[in-house]
């Protein structure tokens, strides 16, 4: 509110954003072998991945379109994307101390083929897929990191109260209980993200209470406990999902009453927090500045240019995909330049950034982000957080890249002869890639800034907190009317927080003026060549192959009075097929065909015999009794709204 009051401001984007890229659209949709635990053999499978990206599996395609139910949905959120058995078995080994596998032993289960994909989640249960060729395992692979790279990034950032309080709320209960730095299960929704809050504290003594009361082969054991551990966190998230629902209709309910309160109060309210936080800055400062002389300073220079190599390769590598797109695009205008090819053209490039297959060369470009020995000095626990937040960036630069191209073609085609095609193309090329490299610079600039805050602040505050035991104290000197808005725990932060500050605006400052990066100077600011170019954000989306291309799809007549059939049929999928090279046999959706000899694939030997105690998930009523740990959840929400007024 008080920004709302005060105003802000930055440098303006250049490029035009898209606010529904996905609208009638999905993913993929593809046939592949998976294995079913129920009764451990492998089967053909069709997947669907909408908008959503979650995926969906059918017993067939015929299932898919005939709108049945799928037999299952796998959320991606907090999934780690596997491409051999002797990784799965590395993570496997140490969900269950005291019950290892070996590589050489017998597996835990035999792939159908040579090239596996398995979804790994430390409390949630875990899913096997194999393709029929190492190509075609890439590709997939490509598909299921995008779906877990979007479904980690569950917080909308346009909730600028809610989600920052919420982030804030689980920050601060971690600290409280000394978990300090990134935190990797920070994904998903917010009812997730409590729940990986609860197992978090929960798994280590259920692990304690029931691995000894497992019985039975290694195998079976380290099954069995995947399961519990499934069923537990099914539990968990059902009681979080219900309880953060309640609270953010209460935090709603009760949100008119705080704004008025705070509209009214807002500069009293200033005034009480700078008192106090003049007197907290006399404590805190001294000890924060020689902290940071001595543990920050040092590092600042090597982080950041750990930060900046891979990143800036990867947001090159997005320009220069989208500049070979274009230029593709081109010569096939050369050759056949009418607008019928260029509206087929445009349909495929209008969804280019959310082509996985196609943004996997970006992608892996900051995959070697490396914080080497930095991580344990600054409790990062993996460069997987920041770089998976580069990779949203990236994909976002490139839509918005895309979305300003069609919006300048399309204006400009209007009136336009043939002949022109090619020149227009270019002439609009040029002008989004001087907008790209300038909106590029301010996006990188803005993540090195908050990536270094996120190493260095949480280092800072678990240092000094020992030292600042007074701080309690400064409560007294906040009026009782206004201590839901001013807390003395954030006032401590924001010091901590300016004081680091200043040293990482002027590295980052520092490797602008020097160009490193292609990274621009503040005091550049482009020139805005296209004063009523924001204007063309506002015009609905461009149909190109509707407007372009012609004629409408004809409806199969056995589905004519279906509108749901017919509504899947015109939803328009971003990868229209995995194509495999040299592979003739392979058909449009369906990358594995049925298996005939699915039957002589080895399985494992019987699991229990006569007499064996019965599975260790009978053993769940324990679980379901011992939910105190969910009572931190009600503490977590409950500050949302200190902090969401606060903030």
Known sequence: MRYDIEGGGGPQNQLLHRKMPLKNKSIFSGALFQYL???????????FIP???????????????????PKGTINCAGYRVLTSMEEYLELLNTSLPGVKAKVGSSPFLKCATQFPLILWHPYARHYYFCMVTEKEQQKWNALFQDCVRHTNNGLPEECKVQTPAFT???????????????????????PQILANLVMETLLPEMRDLITPKLKGKMHERQRNWMLISDAVYGLVQSQTQAQYEAVVQ??????????????????????????VCSKIRALVLPKAEKLLKVSIQPYISSILDALMEPTSRGFFEVRDLFFRELVDMSK????????????????KISMLAFHPVKMQSCYEKVETLSLEGLQQRFDVSSPSVFVQR???LMREQMDDAVYTFEQLLHQSLEGQEREDL????????????????YDSSTVRKKFFREALLQIFIPYMLKQLSPSCSELPRFQELIFEDFSRFILVENIFEEVVLHTVMKDIMMAVKEAAVQRRHNLYRDSIVLTNSDPNLHLLGENPPIDWAEEYGGGQEEVDGENAGDPEAQKRRRMKQVVSMIQIEGNASVLPNESCLEVPTVDNIPEEEAELEKGSPPCAICNLGYVST?????????????SLQNCSSSD
């Open 390 to 392: 580069a990779q949203i």
């Open 51 to 69: 908008d959503s990206y979650n995926i969906n599996y059918y017993e067939n395609k015929q299932a898919h379109d005939r709108g049945l139910h």
């Open 168 to 190: 804030d709320a689980v920050r601060l209960y971690r600290q409280t209980h000394g978990h300090y730095g990134t935190w990797d299960m920070m994904c998903g929704m917010p």
């Open 250 to 275: 209460s935090c709603e309910a009760g949100r008119p009453a705080l704004e008025t309160t705070i509209r009214t109060d807002m500069d009293q309210i200033i005034t009480s927090k700078e008192h």
């Open 626 to 638: 011992n939910f105190a740990h969910l009572d931190f959840a009600i503490f977590a929400h409950s």
């Open 332 to 347: 096939n205008l050369l050759n056949d330049g009418n607008k019928e090819k260029l509206g087929e053209h445009m349909e």
């Open 422 to 437: 090619c020149k227009t193309t270019q002439r609009c090329q040029d002008r989004v890639i001087k907008k790209f490299d």
């Open 37 to 47: 635990e129920e009764n451990k053999k492998w089967r053909n499978r069709f997947l």
